[in-house]
T-cell receptor, first 111, second 115 residues
């Protein structure tokens, strides 16, 4: 399985942006980069995904490096409700589009 | 839509007993996934189905675990006999299609405790 590397934890102040890095140096050309997050005591939920171009949606932005070996999830204005574990996952077409979750980054938002 | 529904939400049982976890995927979704989450091993994929057919069960830990999907609106994960090391949160997820851009929708999970 293609692996991703994320910091174990990050802290942010409320209303400030949060930049969550992810390294995926073994990514292949058809792998999509997906981000999910897991709020306390809940199942994971989809955040955003991309292939090559940067992506924006109502939850976040995804910036993908030109060589695709890394990406950054950007939460533009963190709120207390954004405190969660954020997972960066390579969705591999060759592996049947399964999601292989790593350890993720635990985000703490301080008021 | 009510989202993915799992039952029970909590299950406490004794070692050796049979445990059955249930999942109702989102209507119209044709892929279903079972995951297990523990502190030690994180979130692991156990098995997934496409169009009610098991596609990959390589994550099923051992023969004590079995999963079925008799129709598009229902799936079960059974553990027989259960052991304390099976204690975990079990998530079910569904997906509308099988493309690389298609997202999974997770249920609230079943917290299983085996004494």
């Amino acid at each position: 399985d293609a692996k991703t590397t994320q910091p174990n934890s990050m802290e942010s102040n409320e209303e400030e942006p949060v930049h969550l890095p992810c390294n995926h140096s073994t990514i292949s050309g058809t792998d999509y980069i997906h981000w999910y997050r897991q709020l306390p005591s809940q199942g994971p939920e989809y955040v955003i995904h991309g292939l090559t171009s940067n992506v924006n949606n109502r939850m976040a932005s995804l910036a993908i490096a030109e060589d695709r070996k890394s990406s950054t999830l950007i939460l533009h204005r963190a709120t207390l409700r954004d405190a969660a574990v954020y997972y960066c996952i390579l969705n591999r077409v060759a592996a049947g589009n399964k999601l292989t979750f790593g350890g993720g980054t635990r985000v703490l938002v301080k008021p | 839509d009510a989202g993915v529904i799992q039952s029970p939400r909590h299950e406490v049982t004794e070692m050796g007993q049979e445990v059955t976890l249930r999942c109702k995927p989102i209507s119209g979704h044709n892929s279903l996934f079972w995951y297990r989450q523990t502190m030690m091993r994180g979130l692991e994929l156990l098995i997934y189905f496409n169009n009610n057919v098991p596609i990959d069960d390589s994550g099923m830990p051992e023969d004590r675990f079995s999963a079925k999907m008799p129709n598009a609106s229902f799936s079960t994960l059974k553990i027989q006999p259960s052991e304390p090391r099976d204690s975990a949160v079990y998530f079910c997820a569904s997906r509308s299609r099988t493309g690389a851009t298609d997202t999974q929708y997770f249920g609230p999970g079943t917290r299983l405790t085996v004494l």
